[in-house]
DNA sequence: AAAACAATGTTGACAGTGTCAAGTTACATG
DNA sequence: CATGTAACTTGACACTGTCAACATTGTTTT
């Protein structure tokens, strides 16, 4: 009869989900630079030493984070294409507001996504290899089905376009979050314009 | 008699040099998290805060780092646009590759320069600000030429063109340096492609 | 030249961090 | 009921940035 979320006093319950949807939260509050293990602990109400029945380390524990964004930007942006009755440079349109859309609304939740904290030394659980890689596989397909489409220019090789097509949205995305383009009041300006640059189509 | 770089045993000569020449020298070895104050202090043999009197934190030593590679930027691309016979599609080509070779060849450099580390909290030093602001706007001076001599379309606004071609070139830098293009064999195909994504005129 | 001062350097201390080792409690399974 | 294991706790360690108090050196003023 027990459920996942009764607490005993000593035994938590769900440990693991607390701590993963409590750092959730204080890295959307304060920022990846102010969650720390300890703090956790804290406000989950456990020992500082806790969290590692659960997690290896502090990396592992980012990683179930940025897991959980992975599937929120996979589930948000096939919404985007679910939409039949718009036309495709029209998705477009609408998958690169809703790209810098999400990294504008989750700025920390992005950076450790697609940051240097886990992917630079190779620091990413397998788990969320599993999750990580196929989204990013998924860009280089829709970019190959636009080109198909005719939306995106044929001549150029799919991969190369894809990466640098993202490349594009990951690079305004960064600008914006990591406080260097200070004003945020362009946005959509920026995101048609380069709707305008890759696909010539919407606007003139 | 003194020159700056004598030492008395005591006084250190010029420690505030030495202290961001070893730290650039430590950043590029072994990245920026493995820089403290404290191993830099010792490497350049004097006691922990030392420093202190030199740099009121550690933020403004990362921020005098940051201003001397953008003094090494700003020179390296104004040495490009200074060969005359080239055509400008052609400089625009150096230019990308100019800009994401040197991301790639000073990737912690590069993230200092350009990441959240210093400019999220709005920390960057008024002298810092002096040397990069008018960097930002080199490349919105740079697309607006561009646009006037017909290599880049003329209907855009240019700084929101800038915005996103500079966006382009940050964002594919920060894939390659944050580990998330984890092949760095087709770097320059990737720049071929952004130039003809963005002109037109040197690829097909 | 002596004295006062400012710049530069030092040691000690503190709060904060991630993480390991060893012990404790609660639950599950024989 | 006994035993084992998973979950949790306290103690400890090395490391960090930074402050306060003190020491040394170089410079300026009398």
Redesign the pocket.
């Known amino acids: 009869m027990?459920t996942s979320t009764q607490k005993?006093?000593?035994?938590?319950?769900d440990?693991?989900k607390s701590l993963v949807e409590t750092a959730q939260a204080m890295l959307k509050e304060d920022g990846i630079e102010?969650?720390?293990?300890?703090?956790?602990?804290v406000r989950v109400?456990?020992?500082?030493?806790?969290p590692?029945?659960?997690f290896?380390?502090?990396?592992a524990l980012l990683c179930a984070i940025a897991q959980n964004g992975f599937e929120q930007w996979t589930s948000m942006t096939k919404e985007t294409f679910s939409q039949q009755h718009k036309t495709l440079p029209e998705q477009y349109r609408d998958f690169v507001r809703g790209y810098i859309g999400f990294a504008t609304t989750n700025p920390e939740l992005y950076d450790l996504m697609f940051g240097r904290t886990i992917w630079k030394q190779n620091a990413a659980t397998e788990s969320l290899k599993e999750v990580a890689y196929p989204s990013f596989q998924y860009q280089v397909q829709l970019t190959r089905r636009w080109q198909q489409e005719g939306v995106m220019p044929k001549n150029l090789d799919s991969l190369r376009l894809a990466q640098v097509t993202w490349g594009t949205l990951h690079g305004i995305a960064r600008l914006l979050i990591d406080g260097i383009y200070a004003d945020n009041s362009h946005i959509e300006e920026m995101c048609d314009v380069t709707v305008a640059m890759f696909t010539r189509s919407l606007v003139s």
């Open positions: 027990k005993t006093g000593y035994h938590h319950g440990l693991r102010c969650l720390s293990l300890r703090k956790l602990a109400g456990v020992s500082r030493t806790a590692y029945h659960h290896k380390d502090k990396n």
